[in-house]
């Protein structure tokens, strides 16, 4: 699962040309996904802080609880290490931060735009003399994917569909038997287990720093609320239902979403349906280097415009993937990144139509010099994606 000491000595050259273009002498970096993609360090994320220093010049540095020691050591972790035994500690993560800094030249450090006020007081309080500041550096480089990171989010890719088709195959195999179906939380646990067994059997060794395997899961009226959680709702035939899953090798994330109608679709869905797979397919041919994120949105939400369901949007295309699900760019109107090939993005139009059904289709693609190319390959078309329980 590590990748090749090549690819973070790589990524440390790129980061030490960005941080002298902003004349920074180094980053802290203080977010579980950043420090996994600087030097492959996974971690479960608590009140206990990591720091990890990059500087410009010379060799990274990182500061941990003493009870992640071992298991720095288990990912063959070869950057320099000193400890601090708890938090909030007698000698606190920060002043053992400080104390290993002492006698390093650094007056500019950069850190995430997303670390909190309170961590910024706690570090200006013990690293004393320098500024700190604000710096895209690290997001930028993350912003597309390096030739290591690829062939994990393909591998997650085909998690997630198989995910997809164990969902599928739980509501079929009910109606064929005759029994009742699901519930929203037993199809949740149900695709989420699956992922996550079919992580543990594929790879020695798992490492994650949000999750391995995730879904949301909701049908009928609740698939209308695109960030609805599962609830005891059982399925019922008749049913929209939108699967909304993830998966994650090393972290490297995919989501594969699809819509199902559980028995023959109505006039009424075939319409949204099919309004939503154009407008998903429009919007992801449009997924080309050189275009701006805005473009590629307006793009394919006026699919949807134009077939006058313009009421019935409620987010943007879709958003960019990688160590985390949800990362830049945005594909959405206020973000004007021009695509690069190597960037991955979730091309996800949805409509939401209130008290009857939500219809939302994902796949996870990845911007190339031939155009966009979909590493999510499951069915798309209506036909396929009607569940009937005949054998």
Partial sequence: MRLPDSFYATVRTRLSAALAERDLDGFLAT?????????????????????????????????????????????????????????????????????????????????????????????????TGVSLVPTDAVANLRLTKFAEEIPLHEAAARICDDMLAAGRELIADALARGTELPREDELARHVIGYGTDRMYADYERVVYTTKVAGGLVYAGPNSALPHGLPTRRRIQPGDTLILSLGAAVASRFVESERTFVVGEPTTEQRRYYEADREAQQVGTEAMLAGRTCAEVNRTCLDVLRGHGLGEFIRHRQGHGIGLQNHEAPWVEDGDHTVLAPGMLLSSEPGVYVPGHAGYRISDTVLVTESGPRRLTSYPRDLEANVIEGVR
């Avoid at 420090?35 to 540095?61: K, S």
């Avoid at 009870?67 to 070869?78: G, H, S």
């Fill in 31 to 127: 977010a579980p996904a950043d420090v996994a993609f600087l030097v492959g360090f996974f971690y479960i994320a608590t009140e206990r802080p990591v720091y990890l220093w990059m500087p410009r010049e010379g060799d990274p540095l990182l500061v941990i609880p003493r009870l992640d020691e071992e298991y720095a050591a288990q990912q063959e972790v070869t950057v320099d290490t000193v400890s601090y035994f708890e938090y909030p500690g007698v000698v606190s993560a920060e002043e053992t931060l400080a104390t290993a800094l002492s006698g390093r030249r650094a007056r500019r450090i950069g850190i995430s735009a997303g670390l909190s006020v309170g961590a910024v007081d706690k570090l200006n309080r013990a690293v």
